[in-house]
Structures are given as C-alpha cells and as structure tokens.
C-alpha cells in the first residue's frame, strides 16, 4: 500500500494545484455573485483538507511523529468538516433553495466545526481514528452531506450538469470512505477520490459562471438577430407577439412566457405560451401582481424564487404553488411603458441568473418596438382604408352633385372639376386643367383677389354672387389644406335664381305695402290731430287716455314703416357724395332727443375732439343710425342714468363711441342683436317696446359707408356700441388703432 504514496500524493497536489487555478479565475473573474463566493470558500476548505493530507503522508513517510503530523490532522479536520458544510451550501445556492437565514445558519456550523477542530487538533490524546473524532466527523457527514444529495437530486432540473452532479458524488463517497474506515490507506484513497470530485465540481462551476455565459453571448446575438427579423417580417401584431413570447421561452430555457399591454387603466394578458388556456385575456389593474408592479414603477423584478422572494399579490392563481424562477421586464417605447414581459420557470426548472434580466431587456426593447409599429401599421391600414371609402363617397357626391365644385391650386391651375362645372363652362379635358383665368370668363372670378384671400383668412371663406346663361350663382370659396399653408381653393356655386327672384319680389312687396300704407297712416294723424282738438273740452279721463293710446300705436306703426323703408333704401345702396361732418350729426341727434331723454331721466353728454375728421356718405342716413343707438341707450336705461357719446381721430379712420350705464345684453343674445326683427327678452326690459329693426338697419347704414360697427356690454354694468367708418384725410392728432 505504500507503493500508492506516491502516486496519491501526485494526484492530490495536481488536484491542489488545479483548485488553487480555480480559485485564482473565480476570484479575478466575478466575487460579487454568492454562488462564486460560495465556491470560493469551498475551494479553501478543500485545499486546507489537501494540505493536512500532503502533510500527513509526508510525515508518515518520514516515520516520524512530530508537532507537523497535529497541525496536519487540524487542517484535515477543519477542511474536511467545512468542506461539507460548503458544498451544501453550494447546491443549495445553485437550486437557489436557500431557507431563511441560510448564511447565519452556514456560519453558525462552520465556527462549530472549526473551533471543535482545533480543540481536538490541540489535544495530543485524540486522533483522527479516535471515537470521539469519529463522531464529530460523521455528524457533520451525516447532517450535510445527506441534505447535499438530497438537495442534488431534487432540484436536479435546476442543477442541469452532469458534471457537477458527478463531481458531487465522487466527494461525498471520498468522505463516506473516511468515515467508514479510517485507516491510513483507505484514507489515502477517500481523499483521492474527494479531490477528483471537487476537480469535477470545480470544471463544473467553471463552465457555468464563466465559459458558459462566455458562449451564450454569441449565440444570444444570434437569437436576437433572428427575434429582429421574425418581428421586422411580420405586421400581424397578435403573431408577433406570440413568436415573441416562444422565443423568450427557449432563449431562457423557461416552461412559460407571457405578455400583458396596457389597456387604459389595467394590464391585459393578450399573448402567451405554455400557460394554461383559462388565463387567456385576463386584466389587472397597475400596481398589482408582478406585471403590475413593473408597469407602475417602470422597473424590471427579478425573482430568484417567487414563492419565497415575492410577497405582493398573484396575477395566476397557481402562481405560488408552480412558479420557481422569475424575470419581468418593462416593454417601453418612446418613454413610455406600454405593457410587460414576463418569463416564468418551473419550481423544478431553469434557475435564471441576473445577467437575464438585461437579456431579457434587450428583447422588450425590440418588442415594445414590433408592437408599436404593428399598432401603427393596423391604424395606417385603416385610416387608408377610411380614406379610400371617404374619397370614393366624395367623388360619388362630388359628380352626382347638379352644384358644379371647382378645385385650384396655389397657382390657380384647375385641379378639379366636377361633370356640372364642366357642363357649365364647356370645359373638356384638355381645358379641365388649364389656368382659371384662361378656362373661366373674366365675371366668374372674384374681382379682387387679395379681399378673397382676406376674407377666406379671416373667416374661412368668401362669397360673391355671378350670373352666368342668365342664372344667378352664389360662389362660395373655401381653402384648400390647413389656414398655416393653404395648397389651393375650392370653389361651390349654388344657383340662387329663385331666391334672388323671391327676395326682389318680396322687397317689392315690402316698398309697396310701406308707401301703401303711408297714406292712410297720414289720414289717421290728420284725423287724430282734429280729433284731439274737438275733445278738448271735454272732461273725460279716459277718452283722453283712448285718443293718447292710438296716437302710441300710430306713432310705433309710422317708426316700423319708416325703419322697412330706411332699410330697404340702404340696401338698395348708398351714393357717397356728401361730404359728412360729425359735429353737425350728433348736434341734431342729441337735439332730436333731448326731450325724450329728459322725459326718461337721462342725461346725455357728448365728448367731440374739436378736430374731428370728415367722412364721405349719406348724412341723413348716418344721423338716423346714430339716433337709433342713442335711442336704445336711453330706452335701456334706468332714471338718473348717463348716456355717452364719444368721438375720436385714429389712424385711418373715425371712432363713435356711444355707451351707457343701463341693464345691459346678456351674453346669449350680443350675436344676435344685429339680425332683422330680433329682440332679446332680458329681464328689467320687459316694458319696452320695438320692432327689432333698429340694430339691423343701423348695421346696414354703417357698412353701406365702408365702416364696420361692434359692441360691448355686461348685465347691469352697461352698453357701449363702436362705430368706425373712413376718414376723409388722415387727422394730424389721430390715436393709433
């Protein structure tokens, strides 16, 4: 037997050697992750259990039995007592079983055996082969290296290496032969068997924290180059994600794979791969289950061991009871978190490492993007579906309309016209797309060009009316493209012949019923002149009150005929040709109503820059304008109000300020006061009468002299209208507009 010394001497210093390589890569290669660290401290036990080895047989070559031989049965002891502890702890971290407080739990039995180690290493009496060693040996031989293998075979889906599965028991069954005969051979050949162990268990190790991880970097590229292209090559959102998830799957080694997006206020399972098919299109909400959690704080959860490492709530209900291993990454496109992938394996599976999670990253990043581009090519889709639809419809409309429609582009070249427009202009289809001004005669095109333009600006059209083949046409002109940059103009002609001819035949009617009715209405004042004067004498209240009430009704019947007619005659159009002096106008007007502003308890002011400017129009019209406002203003009044009149020089043109003090208009009807025969019923103005023609005729007159007329007014504050017409000449002392 002891022609075998030297042959286990070689073989434990190879393997003493080869450990101490280990340890040198471990150590530079990565010391932060437990399992290294783990391995690191069983490969210092082992070499301490080598190294009382080596001193042991060399001592018992020598034949001598010195103060060597007990510090080499201390090292044999304290590497072989720590080395079971060790590796148990080092499978249990592998199968990430750890219970809790595992490293309290591994240091607390380590001290025990080191400290009992090197009480019996300093006690001359006690040898390896003593009962009293062999208990303490097989306590912790039986107690570790039982759990050990159990643990190994359990989790053997987790383990996932032959070698290292080998490697582990070769060492024990070293250990069991010390144990079992401690005689100098045997254990010669137990530490022999141990070391080739732990070579096995560290080449093990080795390839899977280094070379392994070294390898897959390669190949998980290649994976994610053939993951771009499914997704690039696919639009169909739902088969991208289903690729998507079998991918992540067999790149992780993982039982199961899913993806939940975001729907509004809640998370929906919306592909999956190898769950069952009850937890298809579930929902929960942000915050809840691991998906949630994700989602929420825009943070990738990596589980070691769910049952053990979560403590929120379940998106499945067999969560606990089946899922081991655990990674969820955020799926984020352009800052935002659209949903979560998930990837679950087996309490028996894959044991997944850290490094996956940025794996995992990678591959959301090219989902979150396959999902928003398909998301983008489904609404592409139907917005040109819609659009086709909408175009086809239009151009059905379009030509089926007896309306001829003409489009243009910013060069006014026709770029459309329908079969009435072609039909009307005789247009065939070499002119179809010629210039406007060259295909249409000169009256069917706006006049002024930059009032068009205005117009369509600042309302969003313009209108001009035409008469072609002796049928009248409302043109109305629209932009083409959004106001910021207008691509050309379409132009809809409405054939308004009859309601041209209705609106003169009913104008004709209203002049001729007005003067019609003028006549007896003088009759009846003439009568009530003489009337008034025959009951004079008489003491009589209420025939009195009788004759004043007719004199009323006459007196509104002559302002309602006399507004029809005014209105009628602005319309019919105003010759500018008078040279109009304000001073003057509003002179008469307040004299008009000096006494009926009296009779109401208003005072009436006049604020007149004595420079005023000139205007040209129609002076006659414009003071009964002016009056009517004044009018109003007294009639809206309360007794002891003020009415305003103002009168400035600005720019280019003159500004008539009229405000009082009196009810006011409500918001709801300020846009309607303008309109024929319109009357607001807001409260406090109940007793007033009118015919709603004021307003409307004031707004003909102003406009019929180039100016435009605008209001203000608040509820119980007041009233001011603004009335702007051109000047003359520009006034030396003009405001800004």
Known sequence: MFADFPIALLINGFALALSTAFLLITLWYDLHRIVNQVFVLFLIAVQLWNVGFLINELTFISLETNELFFLGDA????????????????????????????????????????????????????????????????????????????????????????????????????????????????????????????????????????????????????????????????????????????????????????????????LKLVATHKLPATVENIRIPFGHGVAGTVVQNNQSVYLENYDRDWAGEDEFPFARSTFGSLICVPLIYNVNVIGALLVISGKQGTLFEREDVHLLELLATQTAVAISHGRLFT?????????????????????????????????????????????????????????????????????NYKEALRSIKRKGSYSYEIELNNVSYMCQVASLGNRSRVDGFVAVMNDVSELVELDRIKSEMVRMTSHDLKNPLQAAFANLELLNEDIETIDDEEIHLSVGNIETQLNKMFRIISGILDLERVNAGVTLSETCNLNVIIADAVEELDDYARENGIVLRTDIDPQIADFMGDSMQFRRAVINIIENAIKFNSPGGEVLIRAQNRSHDILISISDDGIGIPQAVQSKIFERFFRGHQPGAEHISGSGLGLSLVKAVVESHNGKIWMRSQPNIGTTFNIAVPAIRRPVNAIPN
């Not at 290292?164 to 010390?178: N, V």
Request: proline share 3%; hydrophobic share 50%.
């Open 75 to 266: 090292l044999w002891l304290i590497g072989f007592t720590s080395a079971s502890v060790l590796l148990y702890a080092l499978i249990t971290v592998i199968a990430s079983v750890q219970p809790r407080r595992f490293l309290a739990f591994i240091l607390l039995y380590m001290t025990l055996g080191i400290g009992y180690s090197i009480l019996l290493a300093n006690d001359p009496t006690i040898r390896l082969d003593s009962a009293q060693a062999r208990v303490f040996v097989g306590i912790f031989f039986i107690g570790f290296d039982v759990l050990t293998l159990f643990v190994l075979w359990h989790y053997r889906r987790k383990v996932n290496s032959v070698t290292l599965m080998l490697g582990t028991i070769l060492f024990i069954a070293g250990q069991a032969m010390t144990f079992l005969n401690p005689e100098l051979g045997i254990v010669t050949l137990a530490t022999t068997i141990s070391a080739l162990g732990t070579v096995c268990i560290s080449i093990a190790l080795v390839r899977r924290e280094i070379i392994r991880p070294l390898l897959d970097r390669g190949s998980q590229l290649e994976v994610m180059h053939d993951v771009s292209l499914a997704i690039t090559s696919q639009f169909n959102t739902d088969t991208v994600l289903n690729d998507i998830t079998a991918q992540a799957a067999t790149w992780l080694n993982a039982d199961a794979a899913c993806i939940f997006l975001d729907e509004g206020s809640q």
């Open 379 to 447: 609404d592409q889709q139907n917005l040109t579906t819609k659009l086709k639809s909408t175009n086809e419809q239009l151009q059905k409309v379009l030509i089926s309309t007896e309306n001829p429609v003409l489009a243009v582009d910013r060069r006014l070249n026709l770029i459309f016209t329908n079969p009435a427009a072609e039909t009307l202009f005789g247009l065939d289809t070499i002119h179809s797309r010629a210039n406007l001004q060259q295909a249409l005669p000169a009256h069917a095109v706006p006049k």
